[in-house]
Structure formats: structure tokens, C-alpha cells
């Protein structure tokens, strides 16, 4: 059923919650996850990947995770920068009380979560760290990237794995032809970390053209 898919507003599928452990070289979380949100049962590779092999925030500020889930980057990053405002933002409300309670679990006050509409429009932000939701078509795929990158400080950097045989590569290309410049990090068990850093002063297409061919 539709409903019980994690890019929706309010999975249908009945609610099951069941702990899980993250176990990461430098800490591990004890968290709380649920049917009807991405990757319930195991922390997923590719956020694994991001977790252990993305380059730390090259500038100081508020760091954001796009499409949450339960919240594994987010909490991550919070745990690793408890000083600095951490956004976890997804469409699935479910998703979004689990990491309020997985914040609260932790001890975590730094962690705001939130649909995309209501993060402050006013907020920039110095690092975003996400698995973007591949699954749910190219052309919401690069809206949401276009409306989250475009809310990168000047000097921040966005970090994105990306599976290589999900289009990891073209969507590098894509996100450089866009005006956003773009380079792989690493690359580590099929997965690339791609950084994307903000558009130069009027670079990028005209008028968003070929933002969703």
C-alpha cells in the first residue's frame, strides 16, 4: 500500500517500534525505529558510509539532514557537535516523532525536527549531510535538491551518498551542469559521497531549465 511507503506524509502501515543499536568507530546510539520509515531493522550501508567517511563540516554552523528517517545522521551529527543547531527534516511525520524521541533518549537538545515547510526560511545552513530518497522519482529527487542546496551558507558544503549503480555519477553531472560544484569525496563499497557546494553567483541554468529532464 502507498501509505506505507517512508516518502510518504503518514505511513498506514500499523505502527511497530523495536530498538536498534548504531555502532560507529567514534560512538554508538541506542534508537528507537518503526514500520513505515526507511531502513527500520539495521542502519542502512549507505548511511554508514556517510557516517564513517564524509569529511567533517568545513565551516562552523547549522548542520542539516535531509529525508531523517528515524534521525541516524542527524543524532550522529548532534552527538558529534552538541554545540551546533542540527536539522533533521522528512516528510514522514512518523519519522519525525522518532527523532524526537530519539533525541530526547539521548540527551540531545540540539536536534530540531521538521517538515520541510516548517524549517525557518531565514536559515542557512554551513553543512547538510543526507541519503537522498533515490526512490522517489528523478524529478522530486532534483526539486529537493534544488531546494536544499539553495539554502547551503556560501562557504558550506552538502554531502550525499549515492549508490554507483543508482546514478551516483550522472548525478554529479547533473548537479555541476546546474551550477552547483560538485566533486566525489570518496567512493567506498559501491557508494560514492558526492560534495556539492553552492552556486557561484549567477551560475546554474537559465530559469531552472533542465531541472527535471
Known amino acids: 500500500m502507498s501509505g506505507s511507503h517512508y516518502f510518504t506524509g503518514a505511513p ?7 530498538p536498534i543499536t548504531v555502532s560507529l568507530p567514534d560512538l554508538t546510539l541506542e534508537l528507537t525505529t518503526d514500520t513505515g520509515v526507511f531502513s527500520r531493522t539495521r542502519l542502512d550501508p ?7 567517511h564524509a569529511p567533517l ?7 542539516l ?3 531523517c528517517g528515524y534521525g541516524p545522521i542527524a543524532l550522529t551529527w548532534a552527538s558529534r557537535r552538541k554545540r551546533l543547531p542540527v536539522w533533521a527534516v522528512d516528510v514522514n511525520t512518523r519519522a519525525l516523532e522518532l527523532v524526537e524521541l530519539n533525541a530526547q533518549a539521548l540527551g540531545l537538545g ?14 542557512r ?3 547538510i549531510y543526507s541519503n537522498p530518497p533515490i526512490r522517489v522519482g528523478k524529478a522530486a529527487l ?4 534544488h531546494q536544499w542546496l539553495g539554502r547551503l551558507t556560501p562557504d558550506g558544503s552538502a554531502f550525499l551518498v549515492v549508490q554507483r549503480n543508482l546514478g551516483s555519477d550522472s548525478l554529479q553531472k547533473w548537479l555541476n551542469e546546474q551550477g552547483y560544484p ?7 563499497n559501491g557508494f560514492r559521497i558526492l560534495e556539492a557546494r553552492p552556486r557561484p553567483e549567477g551560475a546554474g541554468p537559465e530559469s531552472g531549465r533542465g531541472t527535471t529532464s
Do not use: K, M, Q, Y
Request: glycine residues 6%.
Open 46 to 52: 549507505g548511511t554508514r558510509v556517510l557516517l564513517e
Open 65 to 67: 539532514d535531509v529525508g
Open 110 to 123: 540540539n536536534v530540531h525536527a521538521a517538515l520541510p515547510e516548517d524549517v525557518p526560511e531565514d536559515l
Open 125 to 127: 545552513f554551513a553543512a
Open 142 to 145: 532534483r526539486a529537493l535538491l
Open 182 to 188: 560538485t566533486t566525489r569525496a570518496t567512493s567506498v
Open 57 to 63: 563540516p568545513r565551516v562552523r554552523g547549522p548542520i
Open 12 to 18: 498506514e502501515v500499523a505502527s511497530e517500534r523495536r
